[in-house]
């Protein structure tokens, strides 16, 4: 397996909530940077989170207070806890090594509805 595995996408009104996972057979993630990056309709892909393999934490100032990034070691399995969603979080989400090398799978998709 080259790529990503993302899943956990939908679509929620604005206010809602939805939790994203990205898992991978062969990446450890605890050996790595991780991130999760979004790309909305005619915008670049953009970095919203990131994990350390120490569990430092950094975010984008747009989701600041509202995302949750995390990482379950033994499952391999990195998440991503949006809270409080914004019609502005619509895009299509992925999850990658940090810096990106272009792992990221098909994606997942989040609408939110206004």
């Known amino acids: 397996q080259v790529r990503m595995v993302e899943s956990g996408g939908g679509l929620v009104q604005a206010g809602g909530s939805l939790r994203l996972s990205c898992t991978h057979s062969t990446i450890i993630f605890s050996a790595n940077v991780m991130g999760w990056y979004r790309q909305a309709p005619g915008k670049q892909r953009e970095l919203v989170a990131a994990?350390?393999?120490?569990?430092?934490?950094n975010y984008a100032d747009s989701v600041k207070g509202r995302f949750a990034i995390s990482r379950d070691n033994a499952k391999n399995t990195m998440y991503l806890q949006m809270n409080n969603l914004e019609p502005e979080d619509t895009a299509m989400y992925y999850c990658?090594?940090?810096?990106?090398?272009?792992?990221w799978g098909q994606g997942t998709q989040v609408t939110v509805s206004s």
């Open positions: 990658d090594v940090l810096p990106s090398r272009g792992y």
């Open positions: 994990i350390t393999s120490g569990r430092k934490t």
